[in-house]
């Protein structure tokens, strides 16, 4: 894509995984404000590590950022907001996160 310098279409980027959505003209804050309220419906703390995670890892070997990413991410495992997304899941609710 980069050496033939041709224009593609929002479609063809989407197939290759250049974007996530393609969406009509006048859309693009209606998807984003979904996205946004899937992202918050997730557990804050799990959030946050993996935005981290993202950012440490960027300019590291898949291996080292495998580590960094276990490291940051294993604790969140233990957490009471963890228990608390499993118990919600299990019991069809939706989960009350208390950012512990």
Known sequence: ML???R???AREAADVG?????????????????????V????PLAVEAVKASVYE?????ETEGLA?????????????DAKEGARAFAEKRVAVYKRA
Do not use: M, Q
């Open 3 to 5: 050496l033939t310098g």
């Open 7 to 9: 224009p593609y279409s």
């Open 68 to 80: 960094a990413e276990l490291k940051r991410g294993w604790p969140i495992f233990d957490t009471a």
């Open 18 to 38: 250049l974007v996530g959505h393609v969406v009509p003209d006048g859309a693009a804050l209606e998807k984003a404000l979904e996205i946004a309220e899937l």
């Open 40 to 43: 918050n419906s997730c557990g």
């Open 57 to 61: 890892t960027a300019e590291l070997t």
